[in-house]
């Protein structure tokens, strides 16, 4: 108790300085939980974006399309709807059937992709397409900048020349529904939304599929990918939204590795604080520490001494920031950040990173095992701080704190 | 019997800036048992290191220094800590409390240090500010005595573990002459009764005339001793 007790006391005698150790320790706690938090919660938005807008958490494909995207490379629904019915992780699936054409207006042409898809179903979900109304198998849903290349508009008629399974062409009559304007490049120049059975069934492709994604009700989508490959057979193949939306994985662990920077600058902040800190304080009690030593202190006692003392600053710098934060994290949760302004600000109306259309509103998530990991780090390392100045002083002898 | 502190030709050389200061040379002294001596001289004599070589606090540049018949010079730096807390008691011209702690918890602490348990220390605290007369001191922290409570307190610290030596360091130095006196007799009283050796150094006549043995320092060599 004596130390604790006498630790206490040495932390309230230069409060100005404590104040400043604590304030160091209890904002890069608060820091680092909050931005983590934010961080985690947008890369999950992004993921639950993607995994709508694309491949679902987890997808099977033909591995051969999966490699090289040509278009005879299909499933048949008979080879893949038993497992994905199997599968008792699966909330919902969607089947998809990717071709490329040429699209043709009254004037003008252009190519495009079509993605055919359970539109009905999928104007539930999808992030792009929600809210669309869809009555016929001819409808289609356009991207804003092809619309404009190819002169047309919610109502007109659109003629798509595809290229059949034995080779032959075929057109196909669409009437455009909506147009949509997304931010995302690919799909506004050159993608439109297409009804699944109306494409393949009259380019020869009946119950042929490219892609089934599936969104998991619970599980991992590794270990959803382990079970599928279990019961396919190939070329059908089971992927992890990692591996078919590696561009999504990849810019997040990009922006991670900002995140991972900015902790990392954290830390030095933190460490250099700490030790600077501990230092003066060190420094002004020398002739108190060569005092104890002479009355029968050990090294190893002083060192005891200036440990306990950040060990008291650290833990309780650490639950304050960690309050603070979680507080903090409370509303954000809730109420998120509102991006909207900056967007606007930057003359744009809807930011993509990864492929993957953001949210305007940025909510932060509650990720535990890195709120208490990043919490209990930043202590340690605050705590640890206190071997420098511990080894300074008892380097020095006993006479020469004493003369001090 | 032999002496509790016995140094043979003990030197300390103390270099600054290029130039060598002999702060002791050739020193032959022992202390017995029970006795009650000043150590006098001018400043810069080297009183201060005489008490700090006996101590272990400074190393010494030759001779040796001799504790209860072991010589500490080539002891670590725990085992003489181990040494000046288990046998030795230091009251020291500035009083060296630890700020943070009350009178109770300064004297305490050493009996921490030793590993005694808590009933033990708080009966053991308790009796010694008894024995002094300042219990009233208890449980004020440093900031709220006087230098003579202070010094007072920092006597029960350096008995409190009954020590083999109580070595102190000008005691009286930043005293009146009143408070000088009543911490000269107190301690001239646990001399007495309880027959703790006290090795004191001071340059104050005034309480040289209490001692019983005065040893003269000038120049870091012993010049003359008396016996009374």
């Known amino acids: ?404 | 019997m032999k002496p509790i502190v016995e140094l043979v030709n003990v030197s300390k050389i103390f270099r600054s800036g290029g130039e060598e200061v002999h702060a002791l040379r050739g020193i032959d002294l022992k202390v017995e048992r029970g006795e009650f001596t000043a150590i006098a001289g001018p400043s810069g004599s080297g009183k201060t290191t005489l008490l700090n070589v006996i101590s272990g606090i400074e190393k010494v540049d030759g001779g040796k220094v001799i504790f209860d018949g072991i010589p500490i010079n080539g002891m670590d730096e725990n085992a003489l800590s181990d040494l000046r807390l288990h046998r030795i008691g230091f009251v020291f011209q500035a009083y060296n409390l630890i700020p943070t702690l009350t009178a109770r918890e300064n004297v305490e602490f050493i009996l921490f240090l030793r590993g005694v348990g808590e009933k033990e220390r708080r009966e053991r605290v308790e009796k010694v500010f008894r024995e002094l007369g300042i219990e009233n001191l208890l449980d004020r922290f440093p900031h709220q005595m006087s230098g003579g409570q202070q010094q007072r307190v920092a006597i029960a610290r350096a008995i409190v573990g009954e020590p083999d030596i109580v070595l102190a360091d000008e005691p009286t130095a930043n005293l009146d002459s009143r408070n000088s006196m009543a911490i000269i007799e107190l301690m001239k009283n646990l001399n007495r009764e309880k027959g703790i050796t006290f090795l004191f150094s001071t340059h104050d006549p005034l309480i040289m005339e209490n001692a019983r043995r005065i040893v003269y320092l000038r120049d870091g060599e012993i010049v003359k001793e008396e016996w009374k």
């Open chain 1, 1 to 404: 108790m004596i130390w604790i007790r006498l630790a206490w006391r040495n932390i309230w005698r230069n409060r100005l300085r404590s104040a400043i150790q604590f304030t160091i320790i209890a904002g890069s706690v608060f820091l680092g939980v909050v931005f983590h938090n934010l961080a985690m919660g947008n890369y999950r938005n992004m993921i639950r974006q993607g995994t709508r807008m694309g491949s679902g958490d987890v997808a099977i494909y033909n591995e051969k399309w999966f490699r090289m995207r040509r278009t005879n490379f299909t499933l048949t629904e008979d080879d893949v709807l038993p497992a994905v019915r199997k599968l008792n992780m699966a909330d919902r699936y969607f089947l998809r059937f990717y071709i490329s054409g040429y699209a043709r207006s009254t004037g003008t042409g252009f190519p495009v992709n079509i993605v055919a898809m359970q539109l009905k179903k999928e104007v539930k979900d999808h992030p792009l397409l929600r809210g669309t109304h869809i009555e016929s198998e001819r409808d289609i849903i356009v991207g804003e900048k092809l619309a404009r290349k190819l002169k047309i508009s919610e109502g007109k008629r659109l003629v798509v020349m595809l290229g059949m399974r034995d080779g032959e062409l075929t057109g196909l009559l669409f009437r455009v529904r909506r147009v949509i304007r997304t931010g995302i490049e690919e799909v506004d120049c050159c993608t439109a939304f297409a009804d699944l059975d109306y494409v393949r069934n009259n380019t020869g492709y009946r119950g042929h599929i490219h892609e089934v994604a599936i969104l998991l009700r619970r599980g991992s989508p590794d270990e959803a990918k382990r079970k599928l490959n279990e019961l396919l057979h190939p070329p059908a193949r089971a992927y992890t939204w990692r591996e078919s939306m590696k561009e999504l994985a990849s810019a997040i662990a990009y922006d991670y590795m900002g995140l991972v920077m900015f902790m990392l600058f954290l830390y030095i902040v933190i460490s250099v604080g700490t030790v600077n800190v501990l230092f003066m304080s060190v420094m002004d009690r020398m002739r108190e520490f060569g005092m104890l030593r002479a009355i029968g202190m050990k090294p190893g006692q002083i060192s005891r001494m200036i440990f306990t003392e950040c060990l008291l600053l650290g833990a309780t710098a650490g639950i304050t920031g960690l309050l603070l934060a979680l507080l903090v994290n409370v509303y954000l949760s809730t109420h998120g950040i509102n991006i909207e302004g900056l967007m606007k600000l930057a003359g744009q109306e809807s930011v993509s990173y990864g492929g993957v259309l953001i949210e305007p509103v940025i909510r932060s998530t509650w990720e535990w095992k890195g709120t208490a990991g990043y919490t209990i780090f930043i202590v340690i390392l605050s705590i640890l701080a206190s071997w420098f100045p511990a080894r300074w002083i008892n380097r020095k002898s006993v006479a020469e704190l004493m003369r001090r």
